[in-house]
């Protein structure tokens, strides 16, 4: 599609989300907006890397996923096979992008300048890629998969965007080739009318528009795999220091989060009722143990309370109180910890190459009077 034409289908079935000012089309959710339990379609942020495809019925509907390389048996399913032919599941999972976060790192990186509104946690009903994998018998060589889609990049005629995931994750019982979201048919804008759900991994990782998996017999090296796409060094690194690709390792988990919902940035309360404080909390691989909320700016802290999430990889709600609220300004802070301790920073967090996960803790601003 043209740019233009895909903004405007952003506009009009996502008119409360930001667009982003960047060559491809990304779409975030304003923190306010995301208080659902399961964030509806017209809510979920949007990210394409290339350009979307242009996608007729008749494309979708002859839709076909060939699996091939080091297998014993190379298939190929319609759509119909995949639903007849393998058990359907669903789950909530919340799909977040590495980037999420990225407009908090003062040394500038990046393209697409996220807030915090690059995550959602939607219903995803689909196949177990585990189930399609045994299918077509791995052979032993496979130690990774390729996802193969049919976007092109934005400068040249390459493909957009080709991740992968190690042949344990593609096995895992979470992991899913998805053609349905909150219970619709998967919308092209996510991906339809197949795409992969990795739970715990970055967004990145959730191949769109999903018509080949490739066994390989060594780590994925596609469009957006390689240098520092989607990775992380693992030694500390300092703003504009030149990158050594072999310190580079993929993100395969994302980090602790959580973000306040209610009340919004900029809000104006009375001092004669309790303020209440909603939003979410959520891991990786890792699951969210517990949320403290300030409500002096980071001072003081309160343990809130969690409701247990819906599925293993969906988010969690919590909810503080402040009984007796006094005028005048207020800065609230939430801050999450995951089941192995680790929590989100205060202030920053260590500057990367491409400016990924940002999980620096959410403050919102308001007035009590
Ligand atoms: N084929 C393809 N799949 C893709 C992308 C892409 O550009 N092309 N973008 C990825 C990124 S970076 C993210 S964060 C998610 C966003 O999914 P969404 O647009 O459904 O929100 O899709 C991923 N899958
Ligand atoms: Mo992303």
Redesign the pocket.
Known sequence: MQRSDERALVAASKPELRLLDTP?TNAETPAHCLDDDITPLHR???????RVPDLSEADVARWTLTVDGFVRTPRSFTLDELKERFETVTQAVV?????NGRAYFTEKTGSAIWFRG?V?CARWTGVRLADVLRACDVLPEAVYTAHH?P?RAIDGDGP????GVPIAKALAPETMIAFAINGEPLPL???GPL?IVTPGY?????????NRIELRDREHDGP?MTGVW?RMPRVPMKPGEPVDESLMDVITDMPVRSLITVPADGFIASVGKPLTVRGHAWGGHTPVASVEVSFDGGSTWTGAALEPAEDRFAWRRFTAALDKPMAGAIEIVARAMDAQGSTQPLDSVPWNPQGYCNNVAHRVRGVLR
């Open positions: 491809d979920l942020f949007v990210r394409s890397t290339g799909m977040e992008c590495a980037g690059a959602g889609s976007d957009a965007l080709s991740r804008l996510h991906g795409r970055p967004g990145a990782a959730w191949q769109k528009w999903l957006k989607y």
